[in-house]
């Protein structure tokens, strides 16, 4: 079984700032691609920053210059620094990583439970 499990979230001032981690854990042979993504109330989930295994990144519009993804194999884990946060970055976090569980096995799509972030004076 693999499992994702996020931590990091919680209530933050605008113009403050979060650190979201992202834990991998289980039967896992390699970690393909990983990302954040983010679902606000009544809003479908929408990406918001993509990290390849060799490290190439991409970010949505709305947060590029204030969020920045990494990740480290050794530990499986991935890591959103969030700062400079608007009211509008308010939702849940969900981290999402495709995974290969055996060396002979094709790659799957696996999901956290999510972490909330709510920013707000």
């Known amino acids: 079984q693999v499992q994702l499990v996020e931590s990091g979230g919680g209530l933050v001032q605008p113009g403050g700032s979060l650190r979201l981690s992202c834990a991998a854990s289980?039967?896992?042979?390699?970690?393909?691609?990983m990302g954040w993504y983010r679902q606000a109330p009544g809003k479908q989930r929408e990406l918001v920053a993509g990290?390849?295994?060799?490290?190439?990144?991409n970010y949505a519009d709305s947060v590029k210059g204030r969020f920045t993804i990494s990740r480290d194999d050794a530990k499986k884990m991935a890591y959103l620094q969030m700062n400079s946060l608007k009211p509008e970055d308010t939702a849940v976090y969900y981290c999402?990583?495709?995974?290969?569980?055996?060396?002979?096995?094709?790659?799957?799509?696996?999901w956290g439970q999510g972490t909330q972030v709510t920013v707000s004076s």
């Open positions: 999402n990583a495709d995974i290969r569980r055996r060396s002979w096995s094709p790659s799957y799509d696996y």
């Open positions: 289980g039967s896992i042979f390699s970690i393909n691609a």
């Open positions: 990290i390849t295994r060799g490290g190439s990144t």
